[in-house]
């Protein structure tokens, strides 16, 4: 049998700098079935760049940071054996970079916000395909605007996954026999060109989206964390990594905040039955989490997650008993801005939602647009500093002693809002953010340890 086709992606901190970047290409070069290669943008550089695309600063703020940013791509591209043929187009790019940062408009026009995101991804794919040549291997840097074609919704564009499709078998599919291809993840373009980004995290996605476009069997997720963990290493250090997952319990962590894979993730993978494996691109030989359709066990629970940054909006009207439709009103302007809502809970006068509202995200623009437009019909209470604490894990609803595992070990907090049974694969609830990491390694202890 041949080499499954494999698409490999990198994140931020694999390709922080030069000795990180070589242990990728290790990678790359030591899997034959390996032909794309995704990249994010060195870590810290995509900051940067929001900071510029957001924040009102001053000229000699914005060179600061223009500056940082030059030293962080410098500083790879000092390293490189060949850095000459590198060195004009970096230079290109950083000038767009000061273009784009100075502009005057940049903190008013969506389009040069999303313009000025995309260029981490382009600088890093351009070093990442010269480090990897290193290896003696063919390479080509392969602007991904050319096939991930999205929506106008800058900040958050939504993939076209039928011009994905025809465009990656068009113009991508054929240079993979050639080359080793390197191209940049987070990034799209519109119908007219446009450039548009994916979200926060999005190279996830993108290495997702191509390897369904393009048929591959695998996808690899490099990363900073020797797989999935039970939860975020970062909130107990009692976490471990998980050998096996399946796609739905992956899809459920994903949505639910862990950061490891970007929400929409699994959604490519599912439709095609793609494997997907995370691993450590520090540490290779230690393995990682394969995550498949179908896994051996289904343990009740599986892991934990947190998504931080979220608010509670509680409308209400005392006219609601006889007001036929409020609901559907309340609702009615939620979908009309394209939120998703977690959890709900509704009384006789007042119905309470929680919407993720992270900084200087699209989000938290729709949000303040979709509360404007509530407060029109009635009043409206919005509460910040809210956590939502999801347990993974599988026939959730239907497995006894369940829920009263759960309850009876967070029993001393105030949990603000309970989901419960809506899915068999997760039981969500809202605590007060000074609450989560506490909930969190006391419920990890009692459930993984
Ligand atoms: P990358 O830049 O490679 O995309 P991210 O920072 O986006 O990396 O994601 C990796 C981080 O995700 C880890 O460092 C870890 O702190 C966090 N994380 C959150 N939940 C989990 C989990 N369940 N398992 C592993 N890592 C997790
Ligand atoms: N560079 C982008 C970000 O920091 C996308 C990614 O890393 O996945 O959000
Ligand atoms: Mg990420």
């Not at 550089?45 to 410098?74: F, G, P, R, W």
């Not at 007219?192 to 979200?199: A, M, P």
Request: with cysteine.
């Amino acid at each position: 049998m041949s080499n499954p086709l494999t698409i490999a992606k990198f994140g931020g901190t694999s390709v922080a700098n030069y000795a990180a970047m070589q242990n990728c290409a290790r990678i790359v070069a030591g899997n034959p079935g390996t032909r794309i290669v995704v990249v994010s943008a060195a870590a810290g550089i995509t900051n940067h760049l929001v900071d510029l695309a957001h924040k009102a600063m001053t000229q000699d703020q914005i060179s600061e940071v223009c500056q940082a940013i030059t030293d962080i791509e410098y500083r790879i591209l000092n390293e490189l054996k060949d850095k000459d043929s590198v060195e004009s187009k970096l230079n290109d790019l950083l000038d767009e970079v000061k273009k784009l940062a100075f502009h005057e408009e940049i903190l008013h026009r969506n389009d040069l916000k999303d313009n000025l995101l995309s260029m981490g991804e382009r600088m890093s794919s351009l070093m990442f395909s010269a480090v990897l040549a290193e290896q003696n291997v063919t390479t080509m840097n392969f602007d991904v605007r050319k096939v991930l074609r999205t929506d106008s919704e800058f900040g958050c564009a939504a993939p076209q996954l039928e011009a994905i499709r025809e465009n990656a078998q068009a113009l991508l599919k054929p240079e993979i026999d050639n080359a080793i291809v390197v191209t940049q993840g987070f990034v799209g373009a519109d119908d007219e060109g446009r450039t548009t980004t994916l979200g926060r995290g999005g190279s996830d996605f993108t290495a997702a989206l191509l390897a369904e476009a393009i048929d591959a069997d695998v996808c690899e997720i490099w990363t900073d964390v020797t797989g999935v963990y039970t939860t975020d290493p970062r909130i107990t250090a009692a976490a471990h990594p998980l050998p096996e997952l399946s796609f739905e319990e992956a899809a459920e962590m994903a949505t639910f905040g862990a950061k490891v894979l970007h929400p929409a993730t699994m959604e490519p993978a599912v439709r095609k039955d793609i494997k997907v494996f995370v691993g450590s691109s520090k540490e290779p030989e230690k393995g990682g989490t394969w995550i498949v359709k179908d896994c051996e066990n289904e343990p009740p629970f599986r892991a934990l997650t947190r998504r931080k940054e979220q608010v509670m909006v509680t409308v209400k009207t005392p006219k609601m008993m006889y007001a036929q439709g409020f609901l559907q009103q309340v609702f009615g302007i939620i979908a009309k801005h394209k939120l998703s809502v977690d959890l709900v809970t509704t009384s006789e006068i007042s119905v309470s939602f929680t919407l993720d509202n992270p900084a200087n995200s699209v989000a938290q623009r729709l949000n303040r647009e979709t509360i404007a437009d509530l407060e029109t019909i009635c009043d409206v209470k919005v509460e910040h500093g809210f956590d939502l604490v999801t347990v993974v894990g599988n026939h959730m609803q239907t497995s006894k002693g369940v829920s009263s595992r759960i309850f009876a070990a967070v029993s001393d907090f105030n949990l603000r809002m309970i989901c419960f049974g809506a899915n068999p694969h997760n039981i969500s609830f809202l605590v007060n953010e000074s609450d989560s990491t506490e909930i969190v390694t006391i419920l990890h202890k009692e459930l993984f340890e």
